[in-house]
């Protein structure tokens, strides 16, 4: 069965902090994706990974960074965390034209 | 860069009525796909219908898409509280690269 997991459903940080997300599937997909989604606004795309070491900026990327070191993880980074990034962030990764997505990391920044 | 629009953001019904949504899109496409998000969760995939095709079933599910018009439609049919969810649409534009662009939702409540 397809897996996205996610390392914390819900995270309370404090402004001007290093926040990391995590992400990781189970599927050995090449592709995988950071979005995050806000009210009204739907889901907006971060960046997403092609491959190892590859990636590029989606729609919004201001104020985040990506890591994927390895195929089955990547990694969302908030370099200094403010504010306007408290949203819900969901990672996917695709499998034959479909995205399959994690349960959602609730994020809250003081 | 949202491509794909919903309507209505909500649609309120009884159990046992049908829920219909509607989905417009901007460019041409390779396919378009349906989602549901129970409140608070991630995505799941529901049905995807490629450019060539018309109409798609699934269980309760039927989907239609009109190129010419650049929309699609989601049909629940018999709906019941548990279909209670938004409701996503995301095409896939022709020479993208595996990047999905999702529309706003619809909010669906069915009613027991």
């Not at chain 1, 997909?29 to 070491?53: A, C, T």
């Not at chain 2, 995807?48 to 018009?69: A, F, M, Y």
Request: hydrophobic share 30%.
């Amino acid at each position: 069965d397809v897996k996205v997991t996610q390392s914390s459903r819900y995270l309370v940080k404090r402004t001007g902090e290093k926040v990391f997300l995590e992400c990781v599937q189970d599927m050995d997909h090449e592709n995988m994706f950071w979005y995050r989604q806000d009210p009204g606004l739907g889901l907006r795309l971060i960046y997403f990974s092609y491959d190892v070491k590859m990636k590029e900026k989606g729609d919004i990327p201001e104020g985040y960074s990506v890591s994927r070191e390895k195929k089955e993880r990547f990694s969302l980074i908030l370099e200094s965390a403010s504010t306007n990034q408290t949203s819900m962030y969901l990672c996917a990764s695709t499998g034959l034209e479909t995205q399959y997505f994690g349960p959602g990391t609730r994020l809250l920044v003081l | 860069s949202q491509q794909g629009e919903e309507d209505p953001q909500a649609l309120s019904i009884q159990e046992g009525e049908n829920a219909t949504m509607n989905c417009s899109y901007k460019t041409s496409i390779n396919n378009l796909q349906w989602y549901r998000q129970n409140s608070g969760r991630g995505l799941v995939h529901l049905i995807l219908i490629r450019s060539n095709e018309r109409e798609k079933h699934s269980g309760r599910l039927r989907v239609t898409l009109d190129t010419s018009k650049k929309s699609s439609s989601l049909l629940i049919t018999a709906s019941r509280a548990a279909d209670t969810a938004s409701y996503f649409c995301a095409t896939d534009p022709q020479g993208g690269s595996e990047k999905l662009v999702f529309g706003k939702g619809t909010k669906l409540t069915v009613n027991p």
